[in-house]
Nanobody
Framework: QVQLVESGGGYVQSGGSLRLSCAAS????????MTWYRRAPGKARELVAS????????DYADSVKGRFTISRDNAQNTMSLQMNSLKPEDTAVYYC?????????WGQGTQVTVSS
């Protein structure tokens, strides 16, 4: 059974930090590119950061560049998102996503709330 389980969300003041984790199981994690998405209330889903299968290639939304860092550990089947200098506009549900060719999987999401 494929599972992507996010953790690490919570409530933080503006300027604070959080580290999100995504634990994968049920598929060959190292074969899949991974992405963090987020959806804020009343807004469309937004790609936050992505990472290639080996971790060498990363990409970020302009809104988070220089503040967020995506990483993965293929030995542990995990992916992380270090979020620093958080802003109220980062408030959203954050989702872990795995994709390869025509196949993709989603986690259930974790809430991040940043107060001003």
């Amino acid at each position: 059974q494929v599972q992507l389980v996010e953790s690490g969300g919570g409530y933080v003041q503006s300027g604070g930090s959080l580290r999100l984790s995504c634990a994968a199981s049920g598929f060959t994690f190292g074969d899949y590119a991974m992405t963090w998405y987020r959806r804020a209330p009343g807004k469309a889903r937004e790609l936050v950061a992505s990472i290639g299968t080996t971790g060498d290639n990363t990409d970020y939304a302009d809104s988070v560049k220089g503040r967020f860092t995506i990483s993965r550990d293929n030995a542990q089947n995990t992916m992380s998102l270090q979020m620093n200098s958080l802003k109220p506009e980062d408030t959203a549900v954050y989702y872990c996503h795995a994709w390869r060719h025509q196949t993709d999987y989603w986690g259930q999401g974790t809430q991040v709330t940043v107060s001003s």
